[in-house]
């Protein structure tokens, strides 16, 4: 007697990037070859916006909305530092001063206090939560908690590196 075999919906494929052929030059080719990369990546964020701001308005549910403008802004906030850095190659470049840092110095190490207890808030919730579409999202607060202090401890790593005695 044959098994009835289940059938198992597959994951749809989605398409891989093309990946762009760049040779290893160095200098003002391959600085414009950057441009052009974050300007095509900019437009994609544009894309991006459009189509999720649609997805959002034509659902009432409230998980594809909250969904839908989390992408949103993460593609607003894409496109902002995009620009910082093609500006910092066009117009000003990015400077960063020892005392920049240190007349801020003791409320970074605040900030950066705070964003560990959302972490240990985040997983203290993440574990009292069975749901999943409410394990999802505190699963992405997590996660999004967890770049911001990875965030800070690079601006910390930064800092020692520029000035060792702060």
């Known amino acids: ?18 990946k762009r052929r760049t040779s290893r030059k160095k200098g003002a ?6 441009l052009e990369t974050l300007e095509e990546w900019q437009q994609l964020e ?19 909305q909250t969904l839908m403008k989390i992408i949103q802004n993460d593609s607003k906030m894409h496109y902002k530092v995009q620009k910082t850095i093609i500006d910092s190659f066009t117009e000003e470049a990015i400077t960063l001063r020892p005392e920049e840092l240190g007349d801020m110095w003791e409320m970074m190490e605040q900030h950066a206090e705070m ?3 959302t972490i240990q ?38 800092k020692r590196k520029i000035y060792p005695y702060m």
């Open 1 to 18: 007697m044959a098994k009835a075999q289940s059938k198992i919906a597959k994951k749809p494929k989605l398409k891989k990037a093309k």
């Open 29 to 34: 080719e391959d600085m414009q070859a950057l």
């Open 46 to 64: 544009k894309d991006t916006i459009s189509i999720t701001r649609k997805i959002a308005g034509k659902t009432d549910n409230p998980l594809i």
């Open 115 to 117: 964003e560990r207890a």
């Open 121 to 158: 808030k985040a997983e203290e919730a993440l574990q009292n939560c069975r749901l999943f579409p409410q394990r999802q999202l505190l699963m992405y607060l997590l996660e999004d908690e967890r770049k911001h202090d990875k965030i800070l401890t690079q601006l910390a790593n930064f």
